[in-house]
């Protein structure tokens, strides 16, 4: 199969800050298995989700409720439920959410479940930033809810493409980026949760360049809409998909919630890396310098 339909979900949260976690989730899951089914409804293959997808972007404030939306992977309810819409509509399904491991460790995290509704792993977020945002007390202080990622860079060789995950934050460091296509990544999908005035002008610079620097294809999916108590700043959507060549596929507005479609050629993968061959001339033994602390 050379042509594969992505489909990208941006979404508002529709829900106060204030209300109970449980609210939160109930709302978000239910709008989302939606626009998930509208997806595959338009012939989407892989599916992705965006950042912590099922409540509000809660790290903008510091507070231990929170800790009570995560999940274990796959055990969860979650995961589960989600298992048996990717098996019904025979779709892949990237799914963000914020894990729980053993008593208390948590993780930023991504759920990958292939179109028979198999459990094919996780991908934990490597990148852990703690940076101030939109004035105030807010900020990205995920630092106080998410511990660093230890599963590595893995791909998985999902029903319809070989796909990697790498989540927000993390796309502002290049290494992950080339790790995944080393292990053969043909499209990596970047959940993200982040707001104007911070990180919008490099929103299709870097991923693009990933895209570009090794030889895949990329769909970027940030979520939309102000959230309130916080109101830390803009969401602005305009989730994408880019292929091998750094142009732009399909783009999603700034304000919608949307389902993006766009399609990858695994043929125009394999045309781009013929005609630069980054791999062939890669020099790895001159690179130990950027591993050391």
């Keep these: 199969m050379s042509k594969v339909k992505i489909g990208l979900i941006q979404a508002?949260?529709?829900?106060?800050?204030?209300?109970a976690v449980a609210k939160h989730k109930e709302a978000a899951i239910q709008k989302h298995i939606a626009l998930v089914?509208?997806?595959a409804q338009q012939g989407a293959q892989i599916i992705s989700l965006q950042e912590i997808f099922y409540g509000p972007y809660f790290c903008a404030e510091q507070t231990t409720r929170w800790y009570d939306a995560a999940e274990e992977i796959?055990?969860?309810?979650?995961?589960?439920?989600?298992?048996e819409l990717a098996k019904?509509?025979?779709?892949?399904?990237?799914?963000?959410i914020y894990e729980r491991e053993g008593i208390a460790s948590y993780y930023n995290t991504a759920a990958v479940i292939d179109a028979d509704g198999a459990y094919l792993g996780k991908y934990r977020k490597h990148h852990i930033p703690h940076v101030a945002a939109g004035g105030g007390s807010c900020g990205f202080w995920e630092k106080y809810y998410f511990k660093p990622g230890n599963l590595g860079y893995p791909v998985f060789d999902t029903a319809f493409a070989k796909v990697g995950v790498y989540i927000c934050y993390d796309r502002h460091f290049p290494e992950g980026a080339r790790a995944l296509g080393l292990g053969?990544?043909?499209?990596?999908?970047?959940?993200s949760a982040t707001v104007a005035g911070t990180s919008e002008y490099l929103w299709k610079l870097e991923q693009p360049a990933h895209a570009v620097a090794n030889g895949y294809y990329v769909g970027a999916i940030n979520r939309v809409g102000l959230e309130a108590p916080w109101n830390m700043g803009e969401f602005y959507g305009q989730s994408y998909l880019v292929d091998p060549r750094g142009a732009i596929?399909?783009?999603g507005s700034r304000d919608q919630d949307e389902v993006v479609i766009g399609e990858m050629d695994k043929e125009l993968i394999r045309e781009v890396r013929n005609v630069?061959?980054?791999?062939?001339?890669?020099?790895?033994?001159?690179?130990?310098?950027?591993?050391?602390?």
């Design 184 to 191: 053969g990544a043909e499209i990596v999908f970047n959940p």
């Design 249 to 251: 596929v399909s783009i």
């Design 74 to 83: 796959p055990k969860g309810p979650t995961t589960m439920l989600f298992q």
């Design 37 to 39: 089914r509208k997806a």
């Design 12 to 19: 508002s949260h529709d829900v106060h800050g204030d209300e």
């Design 276 to 293: 630069w061959q980054f791999y062939r001339d890669r020099r790895p033994e001159t690179y130990e310098q950027i591993v050391s602390l």
């Design 88 to 96: 019904e509509l025979g779709v892949v399904i990237i799914l963000p």
